[in-house]
T-cell receptor, first 114, second 114 residues
Framework: EPEVTQTPSHQVTQMGQEVILRCVPISNHLYFYWYRQILGQKVEFLVS????????KSEIFDDQFSVERPDGSNFTLKIRSTKLEDSAMYFCASSAGERGNEQFFGPGTRLTVL | GDSVTQMEGPVTLSEEAFLTINCTYTATGYPSLFWYVQYPGEGLQLLLK?????DKGSNKGFEATYRKETTSFHLEKGSVQVSDSAVYFC?????????????FGKGTKLTVNP
């Protein structure tokens, strides 16, 4: 069964460093998403991406964040200068795009900013 | 904005007990409603969904009915098993310019004891 994969599973970084979180969505999917979950809190939407551009983003997704689909298979989330409060589990998801379609989630990347 | 409120956990039940996890929502328009489940160490998996009023989603013995009049989507299972121990998230999505971001509740941790 096709699945969304994410790497790395755990990333530890120093405050102020850049990190890139990687995702490989399901191959025939058209919509891609990043969410995050701070420990003990709810899963929050960050950004959606379709047709090589951002279709919607939340207020969390400020200028420090960017997304890219560099090669038609990977989907990346970059945080330019990490802050302590960026520590969270980051989930990538993809969907075929029809209304009400299931979003398939990856296992997540745990980001720890020291 | 759109929001989801679900029953605070944790919930602890004995095997074969009846489960209800309450979920209510606030949204403009006609959202699709979902229950996602997160098993320990794994990503989010879709459990069931409903895309219009009075629809009933069901899977693995779990059910939830889209009630527009009470803006609710309560999750039920008649007889839980130890393997149902997980965190359950109620979520909604509404299309905005092609994106269908998910808005999640805080999650309810269920533990089922033998």
């Amino acid at each position: 069964e096709p699945e969304v994969t994410q790497t790395p599973s755990h990333q530890v970084t120093q405050m102020g460093q850049e990190v890139i979180l990687r995702c490989v969505p399901i191959s025939n999917h058209l919509y891609f998403y990043w969410y995050r979950q701070i420990l003990g809190q709810k899963v929050e939407f960050l950004v959606s991406f379709y047709n090589n551009e951002i279709s919607e983003k939340s207020e969390i997704f400020d200028d420090q964040f960017s997304v890219e689909r560099p090669d038609g298979s990977n989907f990346t989330l970059k945080i330019r200068s990490t802050k302590l409060e960026d520590s969270a589990m980051y989930f990538c998801a993809s969907s075929a795009g029809e209304r009400g379609n299931e979003q398939f989630f990856g296992p997540g990347t745990r980001l720890t900013v020291l | 904005g759109d929001s989801v409120t679900q029953m605070e956990g944790p919930v602890t039940l004995s095997e074969e007990a009846f489960l209800t996890i309450n979920c209510t929502y606030t949204a403009t328009g006609y959202p699709s409603l979902f229950w996602y489940v997160q098993y320990p160490g794994e990503g989010l998996q879709l459990l069931l969904k409903a895309t219009k009023a009075d629809d009933k989603g069901s899977n693995k013995g779990f059910e939830a009915t889209y009630r527009k009049e009470t803006t609710s989507f309560h999750l039920e299972k008649g007889s839980v098993q130890v393997s149902d121990s997980a965190v359950y998230f109620c979520a909604l999505s509404g299309r905005r310019g092609g994106s269908e971001k998910l808005v999640f509740g805080k999650g309810t941790k269920l533990t089922v004891n033998p």
